[in-house]
């Protein structure tokens, strides 16, 4: 290949990868899955922590998640304990089997659950926890029962949670079904005795757990179909991008308008056929019709020419003229030019 082939080839090869880049556009950034910190309310110092044997409460605060405005659902917050890496609703992971979380009473909620919702949600009624801002943050109010919880197992049966023994957090997923890995997150809580110098709040923290607990044996005992956001949620969707909801089409008034411009260009397709068909007839008519005579024949004439053997002989060679007006003029003219032979031409016009 010689040193301008080299060239053409080198030059089309940008021009193609420039043309790609212009069409494919720049890449999208990626949706960073939030954060989340939690504090004891009360005591901001204090983060990532809860008592393993009183009910505590903590102030959780997320933020880099995503918010859709006018978004189904939102963000559900639990505590409960994951399973690895691969827990996640998005990773193929489920409830009862890959997480496990403290249920609460939907009709008497103690706060063991948090939804925080999309902006304009349809459910934002429902939520607890407030609202997740333009950019992805939220902050709420929630309760840890402690080092241990039951719950249910993918089979439905009732199962007690060590959270000494195994790791527990707060869950972050979508919600009401939602896949969105975008909100999932899981952060650890270690347990350390945060009542053990007061006792007097020691004492309140103990009567607010056996409030509590009484409160999720109730809903345990009611079965799994009250007790929990996510078991009341509605079923899940297959895409984990929620758009904003689209106006609704009037497919009632587009059928009609469809029949309509179908009869108009029916009618229209009649119309031409029939001028077409007008037109060739009319032109075959006029080409069998004669043509009209001239204007100068518009006046009547009578020509005639006569021409006879016995016209009377001229004596000699001679020649006679003779004029005869009949309602008219006319001339008559004769000759002759030996014995036997005549000419005579007669014509007349007649007003």
Known sequence: MNRPTKMLAALGVAVAAVLGTAVAGPAAPAQAAGSVRVSVTGQPELVGVADPDYLTDVTVTGSGFQSIPSGFGGIYVFFGWVDGGAWAPSQGGATGSTYRYVYDDEANPVGYQVFVSFPGSSTEYAANGGEVSADGSWSASMKIPGASFESYDRNGDVTTVDCLAVQCGIITIGAHGVVNPSNESFTPISFQHLYSGDADAAAAAEA??????????????????????????????????????????????LVPILLGAVGGVGVLALAAIGFLVWAVLSSRRRAVLPAPAPAAAMAATDAGAGAGAGSPPASGIGGGVNARTAGGSGSSTGSGSGPGNGAGADSGRGA
């Open 208 to 253: 607010e757990k056996a409030a509590a607990d009484a409160a999720a044996a109730a809903a345990a005992a009611a079965g799994s179909a009250n007790t929990s956001l996510e078991t009341d949620a509605p079923a899940p969707v297959s895409t984990t991008i929620i758009a904003a909801p689209t106006a609704a089409s009037d497919d009632g008034n």
